[in-house]
């Protein structure tokens, strides 16, 4: 798979990406509308070219208010991510060209008021997808928000990724419809985080392509 031409499809009104694009950037929108005032922390694992968050950041009232740390592994994706955020005059989002899945490239940002998990669950193993749902326990700061995605494909696992979640402590705030073309959820954190812990492996990417083979 071509992560950098992958990202193409969102240019492309009526697509799934480009509608799935739009969804999560309204809930991006919701978390930024309620908080209350002061400063935000924002994570993103995977963050591919940073569409979702920086295109809320570049017009919200509260785009200077937030601190956020981009993590990709594709140096294609990140480029046009930390351009997009010079050009918006985003001075405190910071754009990382790592391996999103290792937890130490999070510290001083976790835990977090908003963790986004988008684009990574349709591409790892459902034990490494339960493995991450857990350390957004870590991630996510007390009454943090995640907000997550995964196709609705069969078989649909999206039922099962909210159990997982509400078994830890998060509150299900908003699900996207079945019949939507793509699955976005919002979590809110109710417990407490533990500290991050250094050196810990969230997942392995394997790619849809290689998981709809195997």
Not at 172 to 196: I, K, M, N, T, Y
Request: overall charge negative.
């Amino acid at each position: 798979m071509d992560w950098e031409r992958w990202h193409d499809d969102y240019d492309n009104p009526g697509t799934w990406q480009a509608r799935r694009l739009a969804t999560v950037q309204a809930r991006i929108r919701d978390v930024l509308d309620s908080a209350p005032p002061g400063p935000l922390r924002v994570i993103s694992l995977c963050a591919g070219q940073g569409r979702d968050l920086l295109g809320v950041l570049a017009d919200h009232p509260r785009g200077n208010d937030v601190r956020a740390r981009l993590v990709e592994l594709d140096p294609r994706n990140t480029a046009p991510a930390e351009a997009a955020a010079r050009a918006a005059g985003l001075d405190q989002v910071e754009v990382v060209t790592a391996d999103a899945s290792l937890t130490d490239h999070y510290r001083g940002m976790a835990p977090a008021d908003l963790v986004l998990v988008c684009g990574l669950f349709g591409n790892i193993t459902d034990e490494d997808i339960e493995r991450t749902v857990d350390t957004c326990t870590r991630l996510c700061a007390s009454g943090g928000t995640v907000i997550w995605t995964r196709t609705r494909k069969e078989p649909d696992v999206v039922p099962r990724i909210c159990g997982w979640f509400e078994e830890r402590g998060f509150e299900r705030r908003w699900l996207s419809e079945p019949d939507a073309g793509f699955g976005v959820c919002v979590h809110r954190f109710g417990g407490v985080p533990e500290p991050l812990g250094d050196g810990a492996r969230m997942f392995t990417f394997v790619g849809y392509d290689v998981l709809r083979l195997g």
